[in-house]
């Protein structure tokens, strides 16, 4: 795997696959990799013939000085970590090298910004769209790889890329679990062996929801979720609801939809986590208890 550190280098090596006609799948990271990471790099790896990882802790979408202070760093560890899942190059730009001459983009995010992390993190994505095409700028990849458990992050960089007719894809892809539950994240790693028990809390709520929605309604399950989660020592809900699946519009009743997603955002200790499951109406054999 070869380590690239300067954007010029990185453009260079993208130019050599398009001129050997290989096509590249991307996965943008901000490190302290971990098996949902690594399900990304293997996913793009199934379908291109070259595979280049990006780490780099993007300053332009944290709002919270201190999240950015205490985002977790494990360089090594994480090139092991490509190696061993076949990447075939890992992107390590110097923040001065990436933004040269870079000016901020005020970008349409088409309203999908309006609720649940848009107005609790001012500027997170406006950082985060910006990141993603300035890196895009130098590995010029075919398609982008990312998790769904960053869903609305998601949504909106599929919906920026189509509107300014990006060429790159972006691909969603489920979010990877741990044996018990917990959405994998980078932030985990900062929990203490009491907070890590506490957050099971969340996809226990995310559960309940979605076997409750389909019989009780939605504004019914949301609520018993709610109170299942805020009821749990350590834990503060900063919100948990449900949306549309296309615009992420809150919604309390499912209408003429057949499926929506519900969201969850908490604090534990000094962290922040987020989850969402996809929800359907149709009454499932296992919400019924058959
Ligand atoms: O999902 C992330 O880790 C980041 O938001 C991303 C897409 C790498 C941009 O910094």
Redesign the pocket.
């Known amino acids: 795997m070869e380590l690239i550190r300067q954007p010029q280098d990185m453009a260079a090596w993208s130019a050599v696959c398009r001129a050997e006609e290989r096509s590249l799948g991307f996965v ?3 490190g302290a990799l971990h098996e949902g990471h690594l399900d990304l790099v293997r996913r793009a790896r199934d379908r291109h013939a070259k595979v280049v990882c ?1 780490i ?3 300053p332009l ?1 944290f709002n919270d000085p201190a999240d950015f202070n205490n985002y977790p760093v494990r360089l090594a560890e994480d090139e092991a970590l490509l190696r061993e899942a076949g990447c075939d190059a890992a992107f390590l730009p110097v923040k001065e090298a990436l933004f040269e001459g870079f000016t901020p983009h005020a970008y349409d995010l088409l309203g999908l910004d309006a609720h649940w992390e848009g107005p609790l993190r001012p500027g997170h994505f406006q ?2 769209v910006n ?2 095409h300035q ?1 895009f700028r130098f590995v010029r990849p075919d398609a982008a790889y ?2 769904e458990k ?1 869903r609305q ?1 998601l949504l909106i ?1 599929q919906a920026v890329a189509a509107h300014r007719h990006w060429p790159e894809r972006i691909v969603g892809c489920p979010t990877v679990r741990a044996a018990d539950g917990l959405a994998l994240s ?1 932030r985990n790693l900062r929990l203490s062996p009491q907070e890590r028990a506490q957050a099971l809390a969340i996809p226990r709520a995310l559960e309940l929801l979605q076997q409750e929605a389909p019989i009780t309604g939605i504004a019914k399950a949301t609520a018993s979720a709610r109170d299942h989660l805020a009821s749990q020592e350590g834990i503060t809900v900063e919100y948990l609801g449900v949306a549309r699946g296309d615009t992420l519009e809150p919604i309390t009743d499912w209408g003429d939809l057949g499926s929506a997603i519900a969201l969850v955002a908490v604090r534990l200790g000094p962290v922040r986590l987020i989850d969402n499951i996809a929800l359907t109406r149709s009454v499932t054999a296992s919400a019924v208890g058959l």
Request: glycine share 10%; no cysteine; net charge negative.
């Open positions: 943008p990271t901000m990006s780099f802790v993007n979408q950082g985060v990141v993603v890196l990312f998790g960053d992050q960089l980078s």
